[in-house]
C-alpha cells in the first residue's frame, strides 16, 4: 500500500507540475491615486521565483562609463536587461525598481531618466517604482544607480 501511495503521489508530482510554475503579476492604478504613466502603483505576484538584482548603474564590463546622465541611464537599463536574460528574465518580469539620482533635489533634471525608463519598459508591464534624490554613488562619477525586483518562471 505505502510504495502504491508513494507511485500515485510521484507520478502525480511529475505530470502536474508544481502549482507555482505559471506567474501571475498584475500591475494598477486604482481609482482615487494618481494615474502615472511612466510606473504602476500597485503591482502584485503569484508563483515562479523572486530575484533581486544588485543596483544596476552605467558601468561597462570594462569598468568605464559614460559622462552624461542620458548616457549612464541608457546603459544602466541596457545593463538591467542583461542580468534579467542571465535568468531567463525580462523588462515584463520587473515588479518593482528604486531609481536613485546624483543631485536630483539640487538641479539634476531626471528626464534621460524616465526616457531610458520608459523605452525599456513595455507599455503594459510598468513596474511599481521610487525615485530619490541622492548626494552620491559607490564611484563619484556615478551619476544613476536602479535596484530591481523581478519574479520569473521557476
Known sequence: ??????????????????????????????????QPAGYRQVVTARGGKTVYLAGQTGLRADSTMPETLAEQAELTYENIGIALESIGGSASDVVRITVYIVDLGQGADPTPVFQAQGKFFPADAKPASTILGVSGLALPELLVEVDVIAVVDE
Not at 502525480?12 to 505559471?22: M, R, S, V
Open 1 to 34: 500500500m505505502i510504495r502504491y501511495t508513494f507511485s500515485l503521489a510521484l507520478f502525480y508530482a511529475l505530470t502536474t507540475g508544481p502549482a507555482w510554475a505559471d506567474v501571475d503579476i498584475q500591475r494598477l492604478n486604482p481609482e482615487g491615486l494618481g
